[in-house]
């Protein structure tokens, strides 16, 4: 079945560049959500869209933005890249209406993993 | 403001003790909570929720509302439990995550 993709798997990034993390949700997933996990911490929650619009907001710098296209997929820019951004970057995808047994579980991708030296 | 709270950030159980993974929610509507589990280096995944009164691999958890608790339960902890667990509570259309309890199974 397919899972949700996220693409880089790896990225590693110079200070002050930028970085664009890639999210394809499972098909028919109407929301996503991106999260960060620091090494050895709990993932926080960045930013959540649901048809393509932004749906809630969390511990999101400035610096970064996203977006959900047309296509449900989501993109998360990181500009002024700092060392503290290195982190796993999650995003889940869920379904928001529906048979009570698959509504609002989320579903994960693998990560995409941000170095930043 | 809903609020999610795992008392125990770290908890470690013998191979073959009970388990019990504490969850207490602060939330005014009829809450949605599940659990999610994260082994070491993987994605974080669904355990199990609430409305399916499910058990999966030997979990279960039933809502207290009296409680306000959606504790995670297991009679015979095994090796390969050891892992990250994270209680989850959607409402009000916000997803609220706990801080999370690392679980450590001495064999």
């Known amino acids: 079945a397919a899972g949700v993709i996220q693409s880089p798997r790896h990225l590693i990034k110079e200070k002050r560049e930028t970085a664009t993390l890639k999210c394809y949700p499972i098909p028919r997933h109407d929301t996503v959500y991106w999260y960060q996990q620091g090494p050895g911490q709990d993932p926080q929650f960045l930013i959540s869209f649901y048809e393509k619009m932004q749906s809630d907001k969390g511990s999101i710098p400035d610096r970064f933005s996203a977006q959900q296209f047309s296509d449900y997929h989501s993109e998360l820019n990181m500009s002024s890249l700092e060392l503290g951004d290195s982190a796993l970057y999650f995003c889940?995808?869920?379904?928001?209406?529906?048979?009570?047994?698959?509504?609002?579980?989320?579903?994960f991708g693998a990560g995409s993993r941000l170095t930043v030296l | 403001a809903q609020r999610v709270t795992q008392p125990e950030k770290l908890l470690s159980v013998f191979k073959g003790a009970p388990v019990e993974l504490k969850c207490n929610y602060s939330y005014s509507g009829s809450p949605e909570l599940f659990w999610y589990v994260q082994y070491s280096r993987q994605r974080l995944q669904l355990l199990l929720r609430?409305?399916s009164r499910e058990s999966i691999k030997g979990f279960t958890a039933d809502l207290n509302k009296g409680e306000t608790s959606f504790h995670l339960k297991k009679p015979f902890a095994q090796e390969e439990d050891s892992a990250m667990y994270y209680c989850?509570?959607?409402?009000?259309?916000?997803?609220?995550f706990g801080t999370g309890t690392r679980l450590t199974i001495i064999p």
């Open positions: 989850e509570n959607f409402g009000n259309e916000k997803l609220t």
């Open positions: 889940a995808s869920s379904v928001h209406r529906g048979p009570s047994s698959g509504a609002n579980v989320l579903t």
């Open positions: 609430h409305i």
